[in-house]
């Protein structure tokens, strides 16, 4: 009998599916060809074969791209569960208690303290939910997977480019099953674009090192557009609905607040809105049932971190209970 053919029968005979070993003998095979091109990009020998190593296909995190949940909150579901009352007394406690190294970092990178404890909040409760998985071994998978193949082939090789130049060994490169990695859970070329090393060791570790982690987050919202002069916006109060052709945060969408004064915007007690000069985009994620709110560019910054309202509002939120 055929050697392959015997395999499959001691395979099904185990109890395993016959899907599930054609995948792995298929990414045993997927995973040569990430070492090529990962020759060609310079990573080194030793870092290829520890990196590598003993990575096996790992179905749980193709199940959890592919079951991400369908049932959608309102905000007001969302919101508390994503502020608890818990978060916001760590966030306090957490503020204060790194606040030398938060103001050092805020003066430096022109981004409010308040805002990076809040991302470290949302993110990953204060680095305490970084993920466990392998980051390698789940990218190699979701590469292979094929759903995404050229966006996650490329954070495999971002990553071993991080484990190149050191930062931190193979066995301790932990994440997310989609590869987010270390306490403000960048995917490897955010880390390659955005992080820092916040503590001048010679190393950007944003799993264990918190001024790294601080670095890194106001070095990104910096980057990506923060202007430390103003907030985030403001929950509104709408005198009637507005036309869906106003709401968004699109270029052309943005008003005055003078402008959305104008129209029937109001600060959520029913007081005028501020007479400050300053951009202003209408977001109401729940459509005409739910709340509304008036945003500033710091938001849309935001969004450039992760493209959700529900994930902006609730760092947003998080940021204002933070004193």
């Given at each position: 009998m055929h050697k392959r053919l015997i395999s499959a029968?001691?395979?099904?005979?185990?109890?395993?599916?016959?899907?599930?070993?054609?995948?792995?003998?298929?990414?045993?095979?997927?995973?040569?060809?990430?070492?090529?091109?990962?020759?060609?990009?310079?990573?080194?020998e030793s870092i290829i074969n520890s990196a590598f190593d003993n990575i096996q296909y790992t179905e749980r995190a193709v199940k959890a791209d592919k079951n991400q949940p369908e049932k959608k909150l309102t905000l007001d579901e969302y919101i508390p569960r994503a502020v608890p009352d818990w978060k916001v007394k760590q966030a306090n406690r957490l503020y204060n208690e790194h606040k030398t190294a938060l103001d050092r970092i805020g003066r430096e990178y022109g981004v409010q303290p308040r805002?990076?404890?809040?991302?470290?909040?949302?993110?990953?409760?204060?680095?305490?939910?970084?993920?466990?998985?392998?980051?390698?071994?789940?990218?190699?998978?979701?590469?292979?997977?094929?759903?995404?193949?050229?966006?996650?082939?490329?954070?495999?090789m971002a990553a071993l480019q991080i484990l190149n130049e050191g930062h931190i060994a193979p066995e301790n490169m932990k994440g997310s099953w989609a590869g987010a990695m270390g306490q403000p859970q960048f995917i490897p070329t955010s880390f390659l674009?955005?992080?820092?090393?916040?503590?001048?060791?010679?190393?950007?570790?944003?799993?264990?090192?918190?001024?790294?982690?601080?670095?890194?987050?106001?070095?990104?919202?910096?980057?990506?557009?923060?202007?430390?002069?103003?907030?985030?916006?403001r929950q509104?109060?709408?005198?009637?609905?507005?036309?869906?052709?106003?709401?968004?945060?699109?270029?052309?969408?943005?008003?005055?607040?003078?402008?959305?004064?104008?129209?029937?915007?109001?600060?959520?007690?029913?007081?005028?809105?501020?007479?400050?000069?300053?951009?202003?985009?209408?977001?109401?994620?729940?459509?005409?049932?739910?709340?509304?709110?008036?945003?500033?560019?710091?938001?849309?910054?935001?969004?450039?971190w992760n493209r959700s309202h529900y994930f902006a509002l609730a760092v947003s939120h998080l940021a204002d209970k933070i004193r």
């Open positions: 029968m001691v395979v099904i005979g185990l109890g395993i599916s016959s899907s599930a070993f054609s995948a792995n003998e298929g990414f045993d095979e997927y995973v040569s060809g990430l070492k090529v091109e990962a020759r060609s990009n310079g990573i080194s805002f990076i404890v809040a991302l470290w909040g949302v993110e990953s409760n204060f680095g305490r939910l970084m993920g466990d998985y392998n980051v390698v071994e789940a990218l190699s998978t979701l590469a292979y997977d094929g759903r995404r193949e050229a966006f996650f082939r490329k954070q495999v674009t955005y992080a820092v090393d916040g503590n001048n060791d010679g190393k950007i570790d944003i799993w264990q090192n918190v001024d790294d982690v601080f670095a890194s987050a106001a070095n990104y919202l910096k980057m990506s557009g923060w202007n430390d002069e103003y907030t985030w916006g509104v109060k709408l005198v009637s609905p507005m036309s869906s052709d106003l709401k968004g945060v699109e270029r052309e969408k943005g008003k005055s607040l003078a402008d959305w004064q104008s129209i029937g915007v109001r600060k959520l007690n029913g007081e005028p809105l501020p007479d400050v000069a300053i951009n202003a985009w209408l977001v109401q994620p729940d459509d005409n049932h739910g709340r509304a709110y008036l945003v500033y560019g710091n938001y849309q910054t935001l969004l450039k």
